[in-house]
């Protein structure tokens, strides 16, 4: 049974995840935020054993918790698709674009995410999913036996992620979402960096974005 928390916070209002599934103590972490003190403070309170950091992609409000999570569980590896790591190396530059406190230099990846790959993490075994558009290196983890996806900043309850940001591009973005969610089970359960939960299904019938876009799943 996959157990799913979620923190959210700061000028974005963005989402960062614990996960685990199974009763153990192994958990890891999906783009901790600027919420991160209080993912930190579960962390330490239910004393979990962190296996790693998931980074869907390294825009600033997606990276900024990082050092502060990294901090508490230092052996907990970082990984990122390499697409993004320029965007990871220059968050200072996206700390100016919006006209916000500079954070320096972040702790460096660990690993590189390639699509296809399979992760097995606090006892959830994960797909990794390229889904560029939003980011270059926007990656999705999908867990099959959790029926979960969580999918950054490529769909939202009725909506889609911004394409305007270095390295957006719309029609990428439009074919991310055709080949690596709408695919999934229409049942499947979609955590977003931003807003509530949802469902592929609900967002295929509903999304204005997407509605008219995608023929029905086939199965």
């Known amino acids: 049974m996959i157990r799913i928390r979620t923190f959210s916070g700061g000028a974005f209002a963005e989402n960062g995840f614990l996960v685990s599934c199974d009763e153990g103590r192994a958990a890891f972490a999906v783009d901790p935020g600027a919420s991160a003190s209080s993912m930190v403070r579960a962390i330490r309170e239910e004393e979990l054993l962190l296996e790693a950091i998931?980074?869907?992609h390294a825009h600033l409000d997606h990276v900024e918790g990082i050092p502060a999570v990294h901090e508490?569980?230092?052996?907990?590896?970082?990984?990122?698709h390499p697409g993004d790591r320029?965007?990871?190396?220059?968050?200072?530059a996206q700390a100016r674009a919006f006209d916000l406190p500079l954070m320096g230099a972040l702790?460096?990846?660990?690993?590189?995410?390639?699509?296809g790959e399979e992760l097995m993490l606090g006892g959830c075994r994960l797909e990794v999913r390229h889904a560029p558009g939003h980011a270059p290196g926007h990656a999705i983890f999908y867990s099959r036996e959790g029926g979960v996806a969580f999918v950054g900043d490529v769909v939202f309850q009725g909506s889609i992620g911004?394409?305007?940001?270095?390295?957006?591009?719309?029609?990428?973005?439009?074919d991310s979402i055709g080949a690596q969610i709408l695919t999934l089970p229409d049942d499947t359960r979609l955590y977003p960096g931003?807003?509530?939960e949802t469902t592929v299904g609900w967002e295929r019938r509903t999304n204005p974005f997407l509605v008219g876009q995608y023929g029905e799943h086939p199965s």
């Open 54 to 56: 998931l980074l869907t």
């Open 72 to 80: 508490a569980a230092p052996s907990a590896p970082i990984y990122l």
């Open 86 to 92: 320029r965007l990871y190396d220059g968050v200072d």
């Open 107 to 115: 702790p460096s990846p660990d690993r590189e995410l390639a699509h």
């Open 162 to 174: 911004r394409t305007d940001l270095v390295g957006g591009d719309f029609r990428q973005l439009m």
């Open 194 to 196: 931003h807003g509530p």
